[in-house]
Nanobody, 115 residues
Framework: VQLVESGGGLVQAGGSLSLSCAAS????????LGWFRQAPGKEREMVAR???????TYLDSLMGRFTISRIQGGSTVHLEMNSLKPEDTGVYYC??????????WGQGTQVTVSS
């Protein structure tokens, strides 16, 4: 399984960034693909994920600022992050969760929001 992440970077508060994750090398048909993040000194938390049916789940505290979408037949997800805040800073990890089986992680990409 390969998870290829792209996007992220540095932005000022109030700005926008996007992340993409392309998953390949698997044939499991019941999975969710999405993003987690980990800030320094904090636990990793789920940001947004989408299952094969197109149902999305978000971290409650995002209050609608982030939107996850699926492209390329479901094996790639795009995360649009708007109205970014300094507390959104962290390493963002792509996650492939195979229900009843296992999960895989990307290498992580840094998102930094300056105040």
């Amino acid at each position: 399984v390969q998870l290829v992440e792209s996007g992220g970077g540095l932005v000022q508060a109030g700005g926008s960034l996007s992340l993409s994750c392309a998953a390949s090398g698997f044939s499991f048909d019941d999975y969710a693909l999405g993003w987690f993040r980990q800030a320094p000194g904090k636990e990793r938390e789920m940001v947004a994920r989408m299952n094969i049916a197109g149902s999305a789940t978000y971290l409650d505290s995002l209050m609608g600022r982030f939107t996850i979408s699926r492209i390329q037949g479901g094996s790639t997800v795009h995360l649009e992050m708007n109205s970014l805040k300094p507390e959104d800073t962290g390493v963002y990890y792509c996650n492939l969760f195979m229900y009843g089986a296992t999960e895989y992680w990307g290498q992580g990409t840094q998102v930094t929001v300056s105040s």
